[in-house]
């Protein structure tokens, strides 16, 4: 019986090992994770956050949200600017010629993607970027899952990124009014 207790001692112990082997390791990855993509326009393409800055359209070109229904919208001067789908909140925080943040919250987990249009004075093109921000706690399950931000979120962002460009080219050719 007391062989018992010792595999079950040891058992105990050697667990609380690696848990705290785990957190110390953990401490070594970021609370923040900020994931980038960007790609180029043609000049003159720069409405293009309207496309964004507008939650309806996000059907045309998010892949993510491609067949989505979007309930309990608010608009603000005709757009879409606060919509709920598959228990995500999308909220636009802030939306001007050159920035477009949307917070996107599900449950307490809180993420804020922001498309940025960056105008070179030497360039004949523009840059559009997507970059999302991620907050992590201090919990070692947390900070090890943003190891799967890149290959979850990253694709996603490229497609996107991708039709928006589309999108950009073809209200170029026939502009879209708003």
């Given at each position: 019986m007391a062989s018992f207790f010792k595999i079950i001692r040891l058992i105990l112990i050697s667990a609380v090992i690696f848990f705290l082997l785990l957190t110390a390791i953990s401490l070594f990855f970021p609370s923040h994770v900020r994931l980038s993509r960007a790609t180029n326009l043609a000049p003159g393409t720069g409405s293009v956050?309207?496309?964004v800055a507008d939650l309806n359209a996000w059907k045309k070109w998010h892949p993510f949200f491609e067949n989505k229904e979007f309930k309990d919208t608010s608009s603000l001067n005709g757009k879409v600017v606060k919509?709920?789908?598959?228990?995500?909140?999308?909220?636009?925080v802030l939306a001007t010629d050159s920035l477009v943040t949307v917070k996107m919250q599900r449950g307490s987990r809180i993420v804020s993607s922001s498309w940025r249009i960056i105008n070179y004075t030497t360039s004949d093109s523009l840059t559009l970027q997507n970059y999302m921000d991620f907050d992590f706690k201090w919990?070692?399950?947390e900070k090890f899952s943003s190891l799967l931000l890149e290959p979850s979120f990253g694709p996603v962002m490229e497609k996107g990124l991708t039709k928006l460009k589309t999108l950009a080219d073809e209200s170029a050719i026939h502009p879209l009014t708003y």
């Open positions: 956050l309207q496309q919509a709920t789908t598959d228990s995500i909140q999308l909220t636009v919990y070692p399950w």
